[in-house]
T-cell receptor, first 108, second 111 residues
Framework: RKEVEQDPGPFNVPEGATVAFNCTYS??????FFWYRQDCRKEPKLLMS???SGNEDGRFTAQLNRASQYISLLIRDSKLSDSATYLC?????????FGTGTRLQVFP | DAGVIQSPRHEVTEMGQEVTLRCKPI?????LFWYRQTMMRGLELLIY????????DSGMPEDRFSAKMPNASFSTLKIQPSEPRDSAVYFC?????????FGPGTRLTVT
């Protein structure tokens, strides 16, 4: 079993839709969690950290469920510019382990 | 403020040649990471350094790969000899123990 798993997608959604991604992790000792965004042929860029109590940044909401060992990312009111691959990352012993990413395509 | 700098951005080489990838981390960051990304395997951590010291190289695929960090502002990843299966995008990232930031990557093609 992979340490961090994501549904590769693609998720094809219309503008204005709400879309959610989940990411599961296997190591219960994981210390911190992140979502990164990666555009085609670009580097991953930090989107947001994921806090135990859940956190929101504009249209983006991240949540952590330690009991079930998953994190989630919710995007409201999707924009065309949200089209990208979303990578979750889990910090284990000072190393970030990445999922393979979920591809999102927002269409007009 | 300059981010992580990598060079070259693109490298095309023939099988058997030596390849050296370079990275300059963000000033003040004390951790540096080398990753490889392919369609098949995603983003894989190869090695990371803390305060210029290699901490975990368990992700280095084989002895053909080596990495050094002679000082806080420079690191290299070397492949010798290179093989076609090494073709990938190689990212360097640096961290201030809170957030990790990636460089633009080096796209390596070995023919």
């Amino acid at each position: 079993r992979k340490e961090v798993e994501q549904d590769p997608g693609p998720f094809n959604v219309p503008e204005g839709a709400t879309v959610a991604f989940n990411c599961t992790y296997s190591n219960s000792a994981s210390q911190s969690f992140f979502w990164y965004r990666q555009d085609c042929r670009k580097e991953p860029k930090l989107l947001m950290s994921v806090y135990s109590s859940g956190n929101e940044d504009g249209r983006f909401t991240a949540q952590l469920n330690r009991a079930s060992q998953y994190i989630s990312l919710l995007i409201r009111d999707s924009k065309l510019s949200d089209s990208a691959t979303y990578l979750c990352a889990v910090n284990i012993a000072d190393k970030l382990i990445f999922g393979t990413g979920t591809r999102l395509q927002v269409f007009p | 403020d300059a981010g992580v700098i990598q060079s070259p951005r693109h490298e095309v080489t023939e099988m058997g040649q030596e390849v050296t990838l370079r990275c300059k981390p963000i000033s003040g960051h004390n951790s540096l990471f080398w990753y490889r990304q392919t369609m098949m395997r995603g983003l894989e951590l190869l090695i990371y350094f803390n305060n210029n010291v290699p901490i975990d190289d368990s992700g280095m695929p084989e002895d053909r790969f080596s990495a050094k960090m002679p000082n806080a502002s420079f690191s290299t990843l070397k492949i010798q000899p290179s093989e076609p299966r090494d073709s990938a995008v190689y990212f360097c990232a640096s961290s201030d123990q809170r957030w990790q930031y990636f460089g633009p990557g080096t796209r390596l093609t070995v023919t």
